[in-house]
Every structure is written in C-alpha cells, then in structure tokens.
C-alpha cells in the first residue's frame, strides 16, 4: 500500500491541493514542501511523533527551536503528552521552514483563542495543525485559509446516532442508500472534511454540521439541501496516509495575487527579524 491514496477528488478543485507529504522527521524530505507552495500556494505534511522522538529530545537546540513552547513543554509531566506535544510543534515549525526557506528556530509560533496555531508576523500565511493517534498532519498556505484534520480510518461512527447531529438532509438521503460498510467509511470521510472545513474558517465545532455539506462520494460544499454553496474558491481532498488514515484537507483560495516569493526574509520587516533573534539570544 503506498503513503498516500487519493479517496476523493472533486475535479478541477481537488487538484489545487499540494498531495500530503510524509516526512520521517527532522531531515525531511522538505523539497516536496517547497515545490507545493510554488506549484499551488500550499503543502500538506503527515509524519507520525515516533519518528520525531529521538532528534528531538536529543537536539541540544530544542529549547531555541520550541521558542515560546519551551516553557510548556518543560511543565508537562506526563511523558507521552509532553513528546507528542514537541514533535508536532517540531514538525508544524519545520514544514513552515521548508516552506518559507528559512531556518526553524526563527520562526515564532504562537496561538489564536482555541489553540489554533500561526506565525507571528506573517499574517499571509496561515497553518493548520492535527493529530490523532500517532499521527501529526500540518497544513500550510499563502493563499488563503487552510485546514486540515485525521482519523483512524477504522474508527466505527454510527450513522444512526450521528445521523441527525452530523449530515444536512441531502447527505442523509446519500448515505442511507449505500451499504452499512460503504455508510460507514462516508461517514467517516464527511466528518474530517467537515473537521477541515471549520478548523479553516476558525470555527471548530462552534459551526454546526449540519448547517453545510458535501456530496457522497464526491468533494464540493454544498448547502442542506445539497445545491452548491460555494464557486471555485474553495478545494477539498481526502487521502488515506499511511494505510490507516483518512486525512481531509479543506484549502481556500483568497483570490488575491498573492506573491510567490515565500521567502521569510523577504516577508518579514527588520525590525521584526531583530526582534525574533533578541528573543532568541536571551532564551
């Protein structure tokens, strides 16, 4: 089984998101990550916290590359929280990095109200971070909002408890012609692209789901009824990653000419860069 499946693909819109990436730590492979942002003005990365753990706690620069995070990090006591709360802001400061050509350790992650992440001065990128299980997948764009979200891909969701708090009535009627095994697996796939879809806007959960959806078996957002509720400014995709995820990828397009030079240093002022390395030499 390969790395990354493709599940759906709405056409002419899925194809506007960069095909997730699996990098096996530190070391990459961080080209892809480069080249998706200069094709198509995002990237998705997939990794799993194991094949961070060892360069992680090892690397005698962890405290400047976690930044603001260090403290956090240093407070956590519980073991298996504590390293796979450093591999995914390792692996969100990183995909970053590949992205914007830069090194790791100058950038400065920080937190929205709800915990979502971003970069601070570069406010025409925008990140998504989640995880499951093992699993840490980070989302990254320049040209509009980005998100993203996982789940096992065995993970049991009943339609007929979730029908009525999860799916629009079009997407009720979809699914209750299919087979319960073929019910089970959409279920599963509208519930991260719906995951992806509000981590994007910044809603998270306080945007209901049955207020959107999308097609069964297809990708597109759709009104209640199931009519289009959006034109081509947005582009979903759902992937199986690593044989046992779904990874759903909600991706859109600000329609702005935003520029392709990604470059961190030619993104951020000087005062702001000075700033960031006054922080770092006094961590």
């Not at 306080?206 to 400014?233: H, I, Q, Y």
């Amino acid at each position: 089984m390969t790395q990354t499946e493709p599940t759906t693909a709405a056409p002419g819109h899925a194809g506007r998101i960069t095909e997730p990436i699996h990098v096996s730590g530190p070391d990459g492979p961080w080209e892809p990550v480069r080249e998706g942002m200069d094709l198509r003005g995002n990237a998705v990365v997939h990794t799993t916290w194991g094949e961070w753990l060892t360069g992680a706690v090892a690397d005698p620069s962890l405290r400047p590359l976690l930044g603001r995070d260090w403290q956090r990090y240093r407070r956590t006591t519980d073991p298996t929280i504590r390293f796979r709360f450093v591999a995914s802001r390792l692996a969100t400061k990183f995909t970053a990095a590949a992205a914007l050509g830069t090194r790791p350790a100058e950038l400065d992650l920080a937190y929205k109200i709800g915990g979502r992440p971003y970069l601070r001065g570069l406010d025409q990128i925008d990140v998504s971070l989640t995880h499951t299980d093992d699993l840490i997948a980070v989302g990254i764009s320049r040209s509009g909002r980005i998100g993203v979200d996982a789940e096992p891909a065995d993970r049991h969701m009943s339609f007929e408890l979730l029908q009525n708090h999860v799916c629009t009535p079009a997407e009720r009627a979809g699914l209750t012609a299919l087979p319960e095994a073929e019910q089970t697996a959409e279920l599963l796939r509208l519930w991260t692209l719906k995951e992806a879809y509000t981590k994007a806007l910044g809603q998270g959960l306080r945007l209901g789901f049955t207020e959107f959806g999308f097609g069964v078996g297809a990708g597109g957002l759709l009104a209640p009824d199931g009519t289009p509720a959006a034109r081509d400014e947005w582009a979903f995709t759902t992937h199986r990653v690593l044989g046992r995820y779904l990874l759903s990828v909600a991706c859109h397009d600000s329609g702005l000419d935003t520029s392709r030079d990604t470059a961190v240093r030619t993104m951020l002022d000087e005062g702001f860069m000075g700033a960031v390395a006054g922080l770092l030499d006094s961590g």
